[in-house]
């Protein structure tokens, strides 16, 4: 039996997407990762609805079913490029303006990351498909102490349609060794 490795997580770094191009019965199918920007914070909250079953004057049996997951990602900010991709809003490089439409459609995508741990070693996350919605902004004037106004973004996730899975996780300490190639792709583990 393999020694189980306790080591706290100390540190969120490497925030990246990439936008699904086809998800259905025979697979999904992902664009290329992009990096979002360096992240401050992330959270990950899974909603699940649970019901117990009670006969004979007792519980006899418990369901849980998971629906969606809310996820929230605070970054130091946000590049109007990367605002746009996300929420499916316009982008004119040339110029450098973003053309938001109250018809945009923001797409589908995954979201990686990766999380130090006290050791050094790190944990791998890839939450598999979702969608981001519009950011609350916040402007305010300088003062006499710096005060940083960094954005959040929030979505919502959920299970793909081609195999139901909606996360993967791999640990450095459970033996996990392709950190360098996690973020090239979306991860696909392979199953020993």
């Not at 490497?14 to 025979?26: G, P, Q």
């Not at 006899?60 to 990367?82: G, K, R, T, Y």
């Not at 890839?126 to 902004?137: M, P, V």
């Amino acid at each position: 039996m393999a020694t189980i490795v306790n080591s706290a997580l100390v540190g969120l770094e490497h925030l990246v997407y990439a936008k699904i191009i086809s998800d259905d019965a025979t697979g999904t199918t992902y664009d290329a990762v992009k990096e979002i920007a360096p992240v401050i914070d992330a959270k990950i909250s899974p909603k699940v609805n649970s019901n117990m079953l009670y006969a004979n004057n007792m519980a006899v049996a418990n369901m849980s079913i998971m629906s969606e997951i809310e996820v929230e990602f605070q970054v130091s900010d946000l590049p109007i490029e990367v605002y746009a991709d996300l929420l499916g809003h316009t982008y004119d490089s040339a110029k450098g303006i973003v053309e938001s439409s109250a018809n945009d459609i923001a797409p589908y995508v995954a979201i990686g990351f990766k999380a130090k741990k006290e050791n050094g070693k790190y944990r791998y996350v890839w939450l598999l498909k979702g969608r981001f919605e519009e950011i609350s902004e916040q402007y305010k004037t300088l003062s006499d102490k710096v005060d940083f106004a960094t954005p959040t973004i929030k979505g919502t996730f959920f299970a793909r349609l081609s195999d139901k899975k909606w996360k993967y996780v791999a640990d450095e300490d459970a033996g996990y060794t392709g950190g360098d190639n996690w973020f090239n792709a979306v991860a696909v583990p392979t199953t020993v």
